[in-house]
């Protein structure tokens, strides 16, 4: 059990710039978690894949946002013309299947626009 | 809908005594509930989860934590507190009635724990 691993790790950009993140979950893990977390906040929820499909979006991923998850295993978190309120921690996890699975998470990407 | 409130932005505890952090909860049906902590720059690290069964759950580090469906709370003790227990920590809310799959946050609790 290697964890889940996040890259890069932070990431400074000018406004309106595009930026990527990956995540790479246990390996076993079928469910693929991707969270917004602001400082003195806790997580909030973005978007679920199960394995490639992409099942849950909340209100929050705006049309800048995209995110996929192409053979079930990694994921990409796409934002579009990156705004300051963009600023966040980045969180990625993955459980196994069934509600009750605990998620496990990665040490996030830190994103800081300029 | 489901939300968490932890009522405590910070806890102040001496090493040696007993830690309590706060969280109460709302689902319209039944709660998967977790505890998370989190060290700086780093993410979340799950430490113990309730599904049905007995109300006191044992989880990670000599943590546990009591759910009181009659008060909707789920507080996270730890008999004797250590210093390296300084961090802020997260109690999370999962409808399990509920379609979708996404876990809901409280706002979090700093502990401090003094030598």
């Known amino acids: 059990d290697t964890g889940v691993s996040q890259n890069p790790r932070h990431k400074i950009t000018k406004r309106g710039q595009n930026v990527t993140f990956r995540c790479d979950p246990i390996?076993?893990?079928?469910?693929l978690y991707w969270y917004r977390q602001t400082l003195g906040q806790g997580p909030e929820f973005l978007t679920y894949?199960?394995?490639?499909?992409?099942?849950?979006k909340s209100r929050l991923l705006s049309d800048r946002f995209s995110a996929e998850r192409p053979k079930g295993s990694f994921s990409t978190l796409e934002i579009q013309r990156t705004e300051q309120g963009d600023s966040a921690m980045y969180l990625c996890?993955?459980?196994?299947?069934?509600?009750?699975?605990?998620?496990?998470f990665g040490d996030g990407t830190r994103l800081s626009i300029l | 809908a489901q939300s968490v409130a932890q009522p405590e932005d910070q806890v102040n505890v001496a090493e040696g005594n007993p830690l309590t952090v706060k969280c109460t909860y709302s689902?319209?049906?039944?709660?998967?509930l977790f505890w998370y902590v989190q060290y700086p720059n780093r993410g979340l690290q799950f430490l113990l989860k309730?599904?049905?069964?007995?109300?006191l759950v044992k989880g990670s580090y000599g943590f546990e934590a009591e759910f009181n469906k009659s008060q909707t709370s789920f507080h996270l003790k730890k008999p004797s507190a250590l210093v390296s227990d300084s961090a802020l920590y997260f109690c999370?809310?999962?409808?399990?009635?509920?379609?979708?799959?996404?876990?809901?946050f409280g706002g979090g609790t700093r502990v401090l724990v003094k030598p």
């Open positions: 999370a809310v999962r409808d399990r009635e509920a379609a979708g799959n996404k876990l809901t």
């Open positions: 689902v319209s049906g039944n709660p998967y």
């Open positions: 996890a993955s459980s196994l299947g069934g509600n009750a699975q605990p998620q496990h």
């Open positions: 309730y599904i049905t069964g007995d109300n």
């Open positions: 390996s076993e893990h079928n469910r």
């Open positions: 894949f199960q394995n490639e499909a992409q099942l849950e």
